[in-house]
């Protein structure tokens, strides 16, 4: 009776193990499906896709635009224009770095060819509060000054890119009255910020704190304290009014920002370079 008992439970026992090899994971399947059938999942990815630009930070920034403008000619001349036009098809761009004239429209988060003279005039309204710029500065106006879009790109990494304005005032004023005027400026696209200008004033260069200027700017940009950068080579400058600055990088780069002066003309610029 016992035996008949035990050979029963074990035929129980091995039909019960065959439905479950079989029905068990099925049923399995169908429970994990529960919860993401019929359910909307998302998953943030960081694509490669073209003009698409990483959260960099300040000296992030200013350093891939130092690098994009260090092969260009200084603002106010002819060959400051001669650059490669481009509708963001970075894939064909060849080097480390390229500064490139953008045909695409601002995406929504940057500043429209419309919003950029008011943009300009609130940033020289901010750098004439902070001292930087005099108080005799005039504003511009969209008939005196043409912009145009440009992409500072790490070719490599082309995700890295910085958007920015260039304004600059028009070849037809060339002969105009310049006093109190700005005559090139490269804007930050995204939030406004004035990279680099040349501005033409009555000041003269002795009247110039070119440590509280930089120090008044890189505050303004959001940038950690520079260095002076000294340098024995008397031809870096076409003046022999300036003082150079050096901003470092997280990622081991530095930028050289000058604040100098061109007299005669009274022109007093800050420039970024390599």
């Not at 479950?20 to 399947?29: F, N």
């Not at 890295?160 to 005032?169: E, F, G, I, P, T």
């Not at 959001?222 to 400058?237: A, I, K, M, R, V």
């Amino acid at each position: 009776m016992k035996k008949s008992f035990l050979s029963g439970a074990l035929l129980v026992l091995t039909v019960l193990v065959v439905v479950l090899s079989i029905w068990g994971p099925k049923a399995l399947a169908l429970y994990k499906d529960k919860d993401v059938l019929n359910q909307i999942m998302t998953r943030e990815e960081e694509t490669g896709g073209e003009g698409y630009r990483y959260k960099l930070s300040a000296n992030e920034k200013l350093y891939i635009l130092s690098q994009c403008l260090n092969a260009q000619a200084a603002p106010g001349t002819e060959q400051s224009m001669k650059t490669k036009e481009t509708g963001n098809s970075y894939q064909e761009l060849t080097g480390t770095y390229a500064f490139v004239l953008s045909h695409n429209e601002p995406s929504g988060e940057e500043i429209t060819g419309e919003e950029i003279y008011e943009t300009a005039n609130e940033g020289i309204a901010e750098l004439k509060e902070l001292g930087i710029l005099p108080e005799t500065m005039k504003e511009v106006e969209a008939g005196s000054y043409e912009a145009a879009l440009y992409s500072a790109i790490d070719v490599p990494e082309p995700r890295n890119n910085v958007a920015v304005w260039k304004l600059s005032l028009l070849g037809s004023l060339q002969n105009a009255n310049k006093e109190n005027r700005l005559i090139d400026a490269y804007i930050d696209a995204d939030d406004g910020k004035i990279y680099e200008f040349y501005v033409r004033s009555q000041l003269e260069w002795e009247e110039i704190d070119a440590d509280m200027l930089i120090e008044k700017w890189s505050s303004y940009m959001g940038l950690t304290e520079p260095e002076e950068y000294e340098t024995d080579n008397p031809l870096l400058e076409t003046t022999p009014y300036y003082k150079k600055y050096v901003f470092s990088n997280t990622g081991g780069g530095r930028t050289v920002v000058t604040v100098g002066f061109y007299d005669g003309i009274n022109e007093l610029f800050l420039k970024i370079s390599k």
